[in-house]
């Protein structure tokens, strides 16, 4: 059911899209809305939800908007000092990235935001694990789902699926790499490590429970059979697509917050302190 939900919503996708939708006209305010959703889906991994510094590695550094230069930097791409092993990939459909010029608009819409201090809300991950129990892991499956969606999904996509390669690859689960790969990084400068050891955000525990959550993709479940649920299913479907053809809706992990949501409506995270992880105040 889920395969036949998923052939037919992408049909009719293709077919809105052909059909030449129509473009919303957006004020300032609005568009940086929708830039939050872009910039929390693609940036915030590296450069926190304001710019701010988020681990000590040189990936993970402080930023500040500059407007004569960001748009450049975002479509192009960056490699501002060669020996520190980090670089940042270009964003632009025109340059290999996967954000078209709509996109990358309301980025800068939303990033202009932290001059005014009329900052939106970053919508909250929205990614889930469709199960609990995880063969031979024992990490927080729905948490290592969170870090997925706010560490991993901007370049790597659904379900490591990958977006635009090569800079935005796609990647298989090995259980024998897959932990020493994010947590350390590559010789490649567009995939630093991510562990707190080498300067990176992730503590011990946030690593166990990614890598529990990557690990469910191959763990089978009950296929649903028809529904009436699985046919609601599909309406709300069609809404979203609906709604992605007109170009209002950005984030596939995460949720978009609505008109009355304030900023105080992001969802707080789990704080691995609380489960006695001996990496989570080595910011601190």
């Not at 000590?56 to 479509?75: H, L, N």
């Not at 063969?135 to 997925?148: K, R």
């Not at 649903?224 to 609601?232: K, L, N």
Request: contains cysteine; proline residues 7%.
């Amino acid at each position: 059911m889920k395969r036949l939900l998923a052939l037919v919503s992408v049909t009719l996708l293709l077919a809105l899209l052909a059909g030449g939708a129509p473009t919303l006209a957006q004020d300032d305010g609005q568009a940086a809305r929708f830039g939050a959703a872009v910039y929390a889906e693609f940036c915030q991994t590296c450069h926190g939800p304001r710019g701010e510094a988020i681990a000590e590695g040189a990936a993970f550094q402080a930023i500040a908007f500059d407007a004569e230069m960001a748009r450049e930097v975002i479509a192009q791409g960056r490699d501002s000092d060669p020996d520190d092993g980090a670089a940042m990939p270009a964003y632009a459909q025109t340059s290999g990235g996967p954000l078209s010029e709509a996109q990358i608009d309301q980025v800068m819409a939303y990033m202009a935001t932290w001059e005014s201090g009329d900052v939106p809300s970053l919508p909250a991950p929205n990614l889930r694990a469709e199960v609990e129990l995880v063969p031979d892991h024992f990490g927080d499956v729905q948490h290592g789902a969170t870090v997925y969606a706010t560490s991993c999904y901007g370049c790597h996509g659904a379900e490591g699926r990958g977006r635009v390669p090569p800079n935005f690859p796609g990647f298989a689960y090995d259980p024998d790499t897959f932990r020493t790969v994010v947590a350390s990084g590559t010789d490649h400068p567009l995939m630093p490590g991510f562990s707190v050891e080498v300067g990176g955000p992730l503590t011990e525990t946030d690593l166990e429970d990614l890598e529990t959550y990557v690990a469910s993709w191959d763990v089978q479940t009950q296929e649903s059979q028809p529904s009436p649920a699985g046919w609601a299913t599909f309406m709300v479907i069609l809404g979203v697509l609906a709604i992605l053809a007109v170009g209002g809706y950005y984030g596939g992990g995460f949720a978009q917050l609505s008109d009355d949501e304030d900023d105080d409506t992001q969802t707080e995270q789990p704080d691995p302190a609380d489960r006695g992880d001996p990496g989570a105040n080595a910011k601190e």
